[in-house]
């Protein structure tokens, strides 16, 4: 399996960006897609994800901000980032657990907030 994200750049401080991972490859099914980040000198955290039947949980720092959806047929996820801050600068890694309950990375997309 291999997760290809893309769409992440730079922003000035309440501007938007929107990412997008595909998945490709065999896998059984998925039971949740989503965004993990990761600072500088910070540990990996839970952004957004979603499961196939459209249930969505998000982080406390980015709801009413970011807005996750997929397209199951197309194992795509996305995610809409508006109202950004500088405290989302991250890489922004995507995220499929199978039905084997494994989880896929995407090799991270970069995502800089200025102020």
């Known amino acids: 399996v291999q997760l290809q994200a893309s769409g992440g750049g730079s922003v000035q401080a309440g501007g938007s960006l929107r990412l997008s991972c595909v998945a490709s490859?065999?896998?059984?099914?998925?039971?949740?897609m989503g965004w993990f980040r990761q600072a500088p000198g910070k540990q990996r955290e839970l952004v957004a994800d979603?499961?196939?039947?459209?249930?969505?949980k998000y982080a406390d720092f980015v709801k009413g901000r970011f807005t996750t959806s997929s397209d199951n047929a197309k194992n795509t996820v996305s995610l809409q980032m508006n109202s950004l801050e500088p405290d989302d600068t991250a890489v922004y890694y995507c995220?499929?657990?199978?039905?084997?309950?494994?989880?896929?990375w995407g090799q991270g997309t970069l995502v800089t907030v200025s102020s």
């Open positions: 490859g065999s896998f059984r099914s998925i039971n949740r």
């Open positions: 979603i499961t196939p039947g459209g249930n969505a």
């Open positions: 995220n499929f657990n199978d039905g084997w309950n494994t989880n896929h």
